[in-house]
């Protein structure tokens, strides 16, 4: 009798623990659950986040190329003088300032190389020089209008010898005094101007021609200099790449 | 009230952010200064430089915009401190090998004299965001950032599971 008490009564507690263990297992349970939904909702969450930023770097990058340079082609400027043949296999369009060091050495090292290619007939170049460095003193406005008087009294080839004589003998950039009117005034007579055709013009200073330049290369999207435009690219390699694709 | 650490987090993504969006803002407006500016280092190849000056200001400003809103605040603030090392390591090897031009940091670039009595300062600036950036690595949850409304945790941590970086905001 009071062993069957005693079994009773150990059966009624197991039946409990075995009730509560369930209730603990259907708890934990429930929260495996959960926290694997957490997980996979925080996946979810992190890759369509991943992907809207990794959409918007690429939307970016093409706001980026549609801010791209558009240039007039080579020779269809009024403000730039071409070598070579218009029909030639490779247009160039170089956009440069006077004062700009950058322009110096590529002029220094392209120069006499684009002058022969374009005699070849190999490339028809235009170089567009404009004011660019305005902030860094006069020169650059002046030398550009200098240029501009060049090219309308004397004509394209002595505008383009001024332009190689300009380079030739560049001043430092950030180094005033810069060069007076009288210093280029002889540096077109020196390219086969008539000092008495081109002086007055270029005692001016900074004319309607260098401020027209600008705004025309500005309007193409260039806010640097050298710029070279290759076949309608903006090109970014070296000299020697550039030489090396017009040979 | 929040830990300290989860307030200094929010000052660091303001901060490192508000940089990021100037500098990518200010380059994306101008994409050939930035392909000009990347050049001007001459330490990748031409093929690699344009595509780097395109990819730059857009990367920047999207770095910055997570990090100011604090969407996957890790994982920017980890791109953030690349970059910088990136341009610390550049803005290093230009000055060793004696070039003087524009850091291109906030648009520009390419030539400029004396360009070199800038470059301590430079390096300094971009360490000290680096700094900031590892922070936030480091640090992850911060103040007020679209992560913990986002990736808010709703199930209790289990007590033998250490706490990760996406651990309970007390109040939002």
């Known amino acids: 009798m009071s062993t069957k008490n005693a079994k009773n009564a150990k059966d009624a507690k197991d039946a409990k623990s075995a009730k509560a263990a369930e209730r603990a297992e259907r708890a934990a349970a429930l929260l495996r659950e959960q926290k694997r939904r957490e997980r996979r909702r925080n996946l979810i969450t992190g890759g369509?986040?991943?992907?809207?930023?990794?959409?918007?770097?690429?939307?970016?990058?093409?706001?980026?190329?549609s801010n791209e340079i558009e240039a007039p082609a080579a020779g269809s400027s009024d403000f730039g003088v071409t070598i070579g043949d218009p029909d030639a296999p490779h247009q160039l369009v170089i956009y440069e300032d006077f004062l700009c060091p950058g322009c110096g050495q590529l002029e220094a090292q392209s120069n006499e190389q684009l002058a022969a290619?374009?005699?070849?007939?190999?490339?028809?170049?235009?170089?567009?020089?404009?004011?660019?460095?305005?902030?860094?003193?006069?020169?650059?406005?002046?030398?550009?209008?200098?240029?501009?008087?060049?090219?309308?009294?004397?004509?394209?080839?002595?505008?383009?010898?001024?332009?190689?004589?300009?380079?030739?003998?560049?001043?430092?950039?950030?180094?005033?005094?810069?060069?007076?009117?009288?210093?280029?005034v002889e540096k077109a007579v020196e390219a086969g101007a008539d000092e008495g055709a081109v002086r007055p013009g270029i005692e001016q200073g900074v004319t309607d021609f260098a401020d027209r330049a600008t705004a025309e290369a500005q309007q193409a999207g260039v806010s640097g200099t050298p710029t070279v435009i290759l076949d309608g690219e903006v090109f970014n390699g070296t000299v020697d790449e550039l030489l090396d694709e017009l040979e | 009230m929040a830990p300290v650490k989860e307030w200094a987090g929010l000052l660091a993504r303001l901060v490192v952010g508000g940089v990021w969006i100037a500098a990518g803002a200010l380059k994306l407006t101008d994409p050939n200064a930035s392909v000009q500016a990347v050049k001007a280092y001459e330490l990748l190849p031409t093929s690699l430089v344009e595509t780097v000056g395109y990819l730059l200001p857009?990367?920047?400003?999207?770095?910055?915009?997570?990090?100011?809103?604090?969407?996957?605040?890790?994982?920017?603030?980890?791109?953030?401190?690349?970059?910088?090392?990136?341009?610390?390591?550049?803005?290093?090897?230009?000055?060793?090998?004696?070039?003087?031009?524009?850091?291109?940091?906030?648009?520009?670039?390419?030539?400029?004299?004396?360009?070199?009595?800038?470059?301590?300062?430079?390096?300094?600036?971009?360490?000290?965001?680096?700094?900031?950036?590892?922070?936030?690595?480091w640090q992850g949850s911060t103040r007020w950032s679209l992560d913990s409304v986002l990736f808010r945790r709703r199930t209790p941590p289990e007590p033998d599971s250490p706490l990760d970086a996406t651990e309970d905001m007390e109040e939002v």
């Open chain 1, 48 to 65: 369509v986040v991943a992907a809207v930023l990794a959409a918007l770097v690429v939307v970016g990058i093409l706001i980026s190329k």
């Open chain 2, 58 to 137: 857009a990367l920047e400003l999207v770095v910055g915009l997570a990090l100011v809103l604090g969407v996957m605040t890790r994982g920017a603030a980890a791109i953030s401190a690349l970059l910088f090392l990136a341009f610390i390591v550049g803005i290093a090897s230009v000055w060793a090998r004696g070039m003087e031009i524009d850091c291109g940091c906030f648009g520009g670039g390419g030539a400029e004299p004396d360009a070199s009595s800038s470059y301590p300062w430079e390096i300094a600036r971009d360490a000290g965001l680096l700094i900031l950036s590892a922070f936030l690595v």
């Open chain 1, 117 to 184: 290619l374009a005699a070849d007939g190999a490339v028809h170049v235009e170089y567009r020089p404009f004011n660019l460095l305005s902030r860094l003193g006069d020169y650059s406005g002046r030398a550009a209008s200098a240029f501009g008087v060049v090219l309308e009294k004397s004509g394209p080839e002595v505008a383009k010898e001024f332009h190689d004589l300009l380079f030739e003998d560049q001043p430092e950039e950030g180094e005033e005094p810069y060069p007076d009117a009288d210093w280029l």
